[in-house]
Nanobody, 124 residues
């Protein structure tokens, strides 16, 4: 059973915006740390943003603070990543993830499920 389903990637020019969505199963969504990682070929997957669905606390990588906003909709069991002021260096495959350590005082590591990934491409 697929636990995380992503949507919303695409291509945009620098300075533009995109919103990613990640819909989780009820079991995965409830009182969990959900968020987004990104990866470019040849580089390590890096944490971008996370939210604790039980209390709405949010966490961001320094590279996206002030530009990206993570939010949740409990009625849809969905987490959103609103990305504004996009830069070419934001180009990557974005992955939704569950059970992220950053919400619990740990780092950007994942002990739960991963989504299938959605591509974001920002052109200059």
């Amino acid at each position: 059973q697929v636990q995380l389903v992503e949507s919303g990637g695409g291509s945009v020019q620098a300075g533009g915006s995109l919103t990613l969505s990640c819909t989780a199963s009820k079991y995965t969504y409830s009182s969990n740390c959900l968020g987004w990682f990104r990866q470019v070929p040849g580089k390590k997957r890096e944490g971008v943003a996370a939210i604790y669905t039980g209390g709405r606390m949010t966490y961001y990588a320094d590279s996206v603070k002030g530009r990206f906003t993570i939010s949740q909709d409990n009625t849809k069991m969905t987490v959103y990543l609103r990305m504004n002021s996009l830069k070419p260096e934001d180009t990557a495959m974005y992955y939704c993830a569950a059970d992220i350590g950053v919400c619990y005082g740990g780092g950007w590591f994942v002990t739960g499920d991963w989504g299938q990934g959605t591509q974001v491409t920002v052109s200059s």
